[in-house]
């Protein structure tokens, strides 16, 4: 072996150079800080980004990122659009109908109401129906006289007034209604009729064209405070004659009112 061929003393073969130029230890191994997190040995670039952890987002030119551009308004409805005709306004929903109360709200043929149509039209003010009756509203100043006409007429005989009761309708202009359920023994006829009224206002009675009508609007009057005109003996009927107020009444306390809950029987 010549000179040339031996190597000299104190001078070690070069190390092998990674792909960057410098991946490599002395010892020929890799270094952890020269990997890459996909498992190549890593570039001079990306050990400065790992060392300087993960980069904000910036913007073209490396300035803050530029703000989401944000998306154009749809047009309003019935505006054209760009480029085209304008749109068409859609109709509502068509509100869904119950077939039940439709069924029970049915018009149906009512022997009594033609007749009170026929010889008394100006008395009527409004006509419902429900599970097949008629419902009436009447003006108030010709109920008795209504109600005489049913019972008479040979096409109705109403002599039958099932019942009599008032109600509460705090939100009306007439907050009261006197609700009166006719029936005729011997057509199988049914009608209601109603007529409203205030606290100050008094409904005609109609306990002489119906006998049973004398308890009925006694009662109306102990539990609503409904004034009947014409009654012989307007009084009381469920409560003392000393209670306050009318217990029926929507305004009425839940609880009742102190004074109201006393002990009438002698011990």
């Keep these: 072996m010549s000179d040339k061929d031996e190597p000299k003393e104190g001078n070690s073969p070069p190390a092998s150079e990674g792909v960057g130029g410098s991946g490599r230890t002395e010892a020929g191994g890799t270094s952890p800080d020269s990997v890459s997190r996909t498992g190549r040995p890593a ?19 490396g300035g803050p990122a530029a703000p989401a551009t944000p998306r154009p308004a749809a047009p309003p409805a ?8 304008a749109t068409t306004r859609r109709a509502p ?16 043929p009512s022997v ?9 039209p100006e008395a009527i003010e409004e006509v419902v ?20 006409f049913l019972r008479d007429d040979a096409a109705c005989e109403m002599k039958y ?11 009306r202009d007439e907050p009261f209604e006197v609700v009166y359920h006719l ?11 109603k007529v409203r009224t205030t606290e100050e206002e ?24 409904i004034i009947f005109e014409g009654h012989p003996d307007l009084t009381r009927i469920l409560l003392p004659d000393d209670w306050v107020g009318h217990p029926l009444r929507k305004d009425y306390p839940l609880e009742g009112k102190p004074g109201d809950h006393k002990l009438y029987r002698r011990e």
């Design 78 to 85: 019935g505006a054209a659009a760009p480029g085209g005709e």
């Design 161 to 171: 007034l099932s019942n009599l009761c008032g109600a509460h309708y705090p939100g």
């Design 43 to 61: 570039q001079p670039d990306e050990r400065e980004k790992q060392q300087a952890g993960p980069e904000k987002q910036t913007g073209p030119v």
């Design 183 to 193: 029936y005729s023994i011997t057509k199988e006829h049914r009608l209601s009729l």
């Design 93 to 108: 929903p068509a509100p869904k109908v119950d077939p039940v109360e439709q069924a029970l709200r049915a018009e149906v």
């Design 112 to 120: 009594p109401l033609e007749r009170l149509r026929q010889q008394m």
């Design 129 to 148: 129906f429900f599970a097949g009756v008629p419902i009436v509203r009447i003006k108030k100043r010709m109920i008795a006289e209504v109600g005489s």
């Design 202 to 225: 008094s409904v005609p009675s109609v306990a002489g064209v119906w006998r049973t009508a004398n308890w009925h609007e006694r009662e109306a009057y102990d539990m609503y405070g």
